[in-house]
């Protein structure tokens, strides 16, 4: 009788509970925000640097680590495990800059099953290695035997080696190497025109010319010329190109170049123009300081910005061209490593560049990639490397106390859930900000934040491996440091499976 009688009051108190999330959804705000998920609770990754699809119809994910490893696994939230697609770290030197850095599929690897990869190597000496390989019979392991090296570039310095190599729209190979490393590029590779370094690349990598394991694109600018400089080049004057990658609408080539102590830059690369490095850094002189202005043909980035505002290193990302989130179709989507900020950038012919802050990643950002339908993750790395997600989430915002508005907490996603969950959390502006989690008795039972947090978007995630099932509050308290007004109490309600 007695856990009859406890069972009807636990009862009346779900209902009474649920009644309490109906009356704050029904006294709440909508608004629509973008944010970003853990795509693959169950999965984790050593150091990853590029996410690729195949291409092939498939609905596969690759992933490179920076140790020398592509892993494999279908694109689902619920996997629960990778596997070694290609190891080969016993030729990968791997440390700092250096890696396995890119991966390309071939455009017809449905049928050839060619894949080009991007390696640092210190045999015999520091070198990055541009090669193919060939998928096995099984479709989810490779052929490390089957290497077939199309490009060796040695490498001065461990550092900007760039990385990205991607088929354009042309059936092209694209490559980025940056201009051989140490500092201000010592060695005047980006503007030398008879190195690879310091360059964007354009191979054919289905024909053979000469003692060459590719051959040279007829249109390529500097193709048969009486210079010395190298066929290969595409686009030049460029320091680390660490990410770039074609707009999947209109064939554009978006790139972002790390700077070196001022600026980064956002370039769109054309044909035989030289981006400047190093005369300039981002739009402003370098090197000679005083007369960058009176060289002709550099062109200027699309964007840049400073180190004391958005961050030190940034990774270009993709033009957004999926379907799941309207706002960002048609925006530029990219990060700083470092500050963790990504923005959506507009490029409009009819208009000047627009650059929007849009939200803060919870680890640093080494890449972005997009899966099959054109829908955008980033790598993140934060203790273990995780592999984010892109969404739009509607959600609401109640409990507001004084005049102050701009505080949105998402509904936890996924929900219910297992193990973990996130929320979407907008500050207006520089807070103090408290979040914690709350039972159905009332009893606060985690702390989630404690902390000063930055104005924008921050995806919060909370693991409840140790809490038994039921129905929980996440709390949030937060006063603004601009204008000292609180918000409070914002609770939503969490399910745990």
Not at 75 to 89: E, Q
Not at 197 to 222: C, H, M, Q, T, W
Not at 226 to 247: K, Q, T
Not at 315 to 325: A, C, K
């Amino acid at each position: 009788m007695l856990k009859r009688n406890k069972q009807t009051a636990e009862g009346k108190r779900g209902r009474a509970l649920f009644i309490i999330f109906l009356l704050i959804i029904a006294c709440s705000k909508n608004f629509s925000q973008v944010v970003l998920t853990d795509a693959f609770p169950n999965l984790t990754f050593a150091s990853p640097v590029d996410l690729q699809h195949p291409g092939d119809g498939t609905n596969r994910l690759f992933v490179v680590e920076q140790p020398g490893i592509i892993k494999v696994f279908e694109n689902s939230p619920s996997i629960t495990a990778h596997k070694d697609f290609l190891d080969i770290r016993d030729r990968v030197q791997m440390g700092g800059e250096m890696g396995l850095l890119g991966l390309a599929f071939h455009p017809d690897y449905i049928n050839n099953g060619y894949f080009y990869v991007n390696y640092t190597t210190m045999s015999p000496d520091r070198q990055t290695i541009i090669s193919r390989f060939t998928v096995s019979s099984d479709p989810d392991i490779a052929d490390p035997g089957s290497e077939l090296i199309l490009i060796r570039q040695p490498q001065p310095y461990s550092n900007h080696n760039g990385g990205q190599l991607a088929f354009g729209p042309d059936g092209y190979l694209y490559i980025a190497l940056g201009d051989g490393g140490s500092g201000g590029d010592p060695l005047n590779n980006a503007q030398n025109r008879s190195t690879l370094l310091g360059k964007i690349l354009r191979i054919d990598v289905n024909s053979v010319e000469g003692n060459l394991n590719y051959a040279i694109p007829p249109d390529n600018p500097y193709k048969d010329n009486s210079n010395g400089f190298r066929e290969e080049i595409f686009a030049y004057g460029l320091r680390n190109p660490w990410r770039f990658s074609f707009d999947a609408f209109n064939g554009s080539i978006w790139c972002g170049d790390v700077g070196q102590g001022d600026w980064e830059e956002i370039d769109i690369i054309e044909s035989g123009k030289n981006y400047g490095w190093r005369y300039k850094e981002g739009d402003h002189c370098y090197n000679p300081p005083a007369n960058c202005d009176t060289i002709e043909g550099l062109i200027s980035p699309i964007w840049e910005y400073n180190h004391t505002s958005g961050g030190v290193a940034v990774t270009g990302g993709y033009v957004y061209r999926g379907s799941r989130i309207p706002e960002l179709y048609g925006k530029y989507i990219y990060g700083d490593y470092l500050s963790k900020n990504i923005w959506k950038l507009t490029n409009d012919s009819a208009a000047a560049p627009l650059n929007e802050y849009l939200l803060t990643a919870p680890g640093l950002i080494t890449s972005f990639g997009t899966d099959k339908e054109n829908e955008l993750y980033v790598c993140l790395v934060a203790g273990s490397g995780k592999i984010y997600k892109f969404s739009s989430l509607t959600g609401t915002a109640a409990g507001e106390t004084g005049n102050i508005s701009g505080y949105y907490l998402s509904p936890a996603f996924p929900n219910p859930f297992n193990p973990a969950t996130a929320f979407s959390l907008h500050l207006p502006d520089q807070s103090e900000v408290k979040i914690d989690v709350i039972n159905a008795a009332g009893e606060v039972i985690a702390l989630i934040k404690n902390e000063v947090m930055q104005g924008g978007n921050h995806l919060i995630t909370w693991r409840a491996d140790e809490v038994p099932s039921g129905i929980y509050f996440i709390r949030i308290n937060a006063l603004s440091l601009i204008n000292t007004k609180t918000y409070r109490k914002i609770n939503k309600v969490v399910f745990i499976k």
